[in-house]
């Protein structure tokens, strides 16, 4: 019997909350999680025959401690564990523990010693669980790398003997960014896929959303939790409308606003308005107010780019970050005209290199400001740099279109 949408849902919501559960207790974290998935896979295979457990979560923690204790001793070079996994699995089944090990397990899998590379893959799987193949798809890298790249991953966390628990008091703040420095790069790299034959990645934005509603549940009073949650919401919510029948690419300017989801927009704007109120301004924040002008705007041309403009300025001191001062070109362009967004391109060959967005901004100025010939250049060149073959076609159509004299001026 195949296992039913609810029973799926409910397995991918309890795994962290389990894993987390077995690894603190138990130690170990490898091989907690293939004891996890076990008692996933057994769940999904006995319970629409048998029935969901009155507590689904003890189930599933029970069914993997007594994997974990199975694995032991059958394990010949752990032979002197073989007492303590007896004794494990005599233990009578307790009580499911009252707190939820998500977040904690999310502060394990983003640890100091790991790359986002190694992060991102790692927190996918263990939190959101994600298949391996799933993950190297995602990526696309074979299975085996991605494989080789979180048993290296899982490798250092042991070494590291990190315990599964929240940091002491004043000591989380440097593994909270790093938490939501990887949910932000798994939320981008759904919403606009880097490479590959679609512009997004639904699986990858939707489980970031997910993993960042666990975070701001376990810590609602964190401003910045808040702020990313809320920036997350306000651009996916315009995510229906970014691409036509065919799955092209629909450009903010031409987009059916009809088509944004308001009840996501409605709970981003009420995530920001209560961060900000809190007066401990962070950049997820300010790209988040950033997104909820564009999305309470009634359309492209009535938006406050000024107001854009002021908040591009905040982010850039903030951060530092070429890539907000080439945003911050776009919205000086359609605040002051396409000159001034040029003159703050200036410079940024150095840091962004041969970037496609520096080219397809540039050539996006360049037609607005009537040089047809040097947008066609531009448009030309970020085709050939970029790796999604949606965001290609796109390139490629409007460099076409603008030499046959049917270009369509100010379609971001």
């Known amino acids: 019997m195949t296992t039913g949408p609810a029973t799926e849902g409910l397995l991918r919501e309890l795994a962290p909350r389990a894993l987390g559960a077995v690894v603190r207790r138990y130690g170990h974290f490898a091989d907690a999680e293939d004891a996890v998935q076990e008692a996933l896979l057994a769940a999904a295979t006995t319970w629409p025959a048998d029935g ?77 669980g994600l298949t391996t193949a799933g993950i190297a798809a995602a990526f696309l890298v074979p299975e085996a790398t991605m494989a080789q790249r979180i048993s290296r991953a899982k490798a250092k966390i042991k070494a590291s003997a990190e315990p599964l628990a929240l940091p002491r008091p004043g000591a989380g703040g440097e593994r909270m960014r790093l938490v939501l420095h990887v949910l932000y790069l798994i939320f981008n790299e759904g919403y606009a896929a880097s490479s590959g034959p679609d512009l997004a990645r639904t699986d990858l934005s939707g489980e970031a959303i997910r ?25 996916d919510a315009r995510r229906p409308a970014r691409t036509g029948a065919d799955g092209e690419l629909v450009p903010l300017a031409e987009q059916d606003r009809s088509l944004w989801d308001r009840a996501a927009i409605a709970e981003g704007v009420a995530l920001i308005t209560e961060a900000l109120r809190q007066g401990q301004v962070g950049e997820y924040q300010v790209q988040a107010a950033i997104a909820a002008v564009h999305d309470q705007a009634a359309g492209h041309a009535s938006t406050d780019w000024p107001e854009i403009l002021a908040l591009y300025g905040l982010l850039e001191r903030m951060t530092g970050n070429p890539m907000v001062t080439l945003n911050r070109a776009v919205a000086a362009a359609m605040a002051h005209g396409p000159a001034a967004g040029l003159a703050l391109l200036d ?20 037609e607005q400001a009537g040089d047809t010939r040097s947008a066609i250049a ?35």
């Not at 001793?73 to 307790?94: F, H, K, T, V």
């Not at 701001?216 to 990313?228: I, R, W």
């Not at 970020?382 to 030499?403: D, G």
Request: overall charge neutral; some cysteine.
């Open 52 to 128: 969901q457990p009155d507590d689904p979560l003890a189930w599933l923690i029970r069914v993997a401690s007594r994997r974990m204790a199975d694995q032991y001793r059958s394990d010949d070079a752990r032979r002197r564990r073989e007492e303590l996994a007896a004794s494990w699995s005599l233990i009578p089944p307790g009580p499911v523990p009252a707190q939820d090990d998500t977040l904690t397990l999310m502060l394990m899998c983003c640890h100091p010693a790991l790359t986002p590379a190694s992060a991102i893959p790692l927190t996918l799987r263990a939190v959101g």
């Open 211 to 235: 993993l960042a509603r666990a975070v701001h549940a376990a810590v609602p009073q964190d401003a910045e939790v808040t702020g990313l949650l809320a920036l997350m919401l306000l651009t």
């Open 347 to 366: 410079g940024l060959g150095g840091p962004l290199g041969d970037h496609h967005r520096l080219h397809s901004v540039r050539a996006h100025l360049l």
């Open 378 to 412: 531009e448009f030309e060149a970020a085709a050939a740099r970029t790796s999604n073959a949606r965001e290609q076609r796109y390139l490629t159509m409007k460099a076409a279109r603008l030499a046959t004299g049917q270009g369509d001026s100010g379609s971001w």
